[in-house]
């Protein structure tokens, strides 16, 4: 069984609107919309968490490079695109 929640929030008139002009042409309800919308939202965040999680884990392992040598391989790279 799916537990739910109610949750509130304040929106300014121009996006409520614009929520309304969405779900009036796709037939569905603010309550669709907006869970939509909060799960998108809160999957990307998550998404962003682990990127950064990630990073941080990279760094406290040594996997790392100087600034000086990532601009270097990227210069190198360049060149040989621009050489095709």
Do not use: N, Y
Not at 32 to 49: D, G, I, M, P, Y
Not at 50 to 75: N, P, S
Request: aromatic share 4%; charged share 30%.
């Amino acid at each position: 069984m799916t537990k739910h929640s109610v949750i509130s929030a304040r929106i300014d008139a121009e996006t409520l609107e614009l929520v309304d002009k969405i779900v009036a042409e796709q037939g569905r309800s603010r309550a669709w919309f907006v869970a939509q919308a909060v799960r998108h939202v809160a999957e990307q965040e998550a998404r962003f968490a682990a990127f950064v999680q990630e990073g941080r884990d990279d760094i406290a392992a040594g996997r790392t490079k100087e600034h000086a040598e990532v601009l270097a391989m990227m210069d190198s790279m360049i060149a040989k695109h621009e050489a095709r």
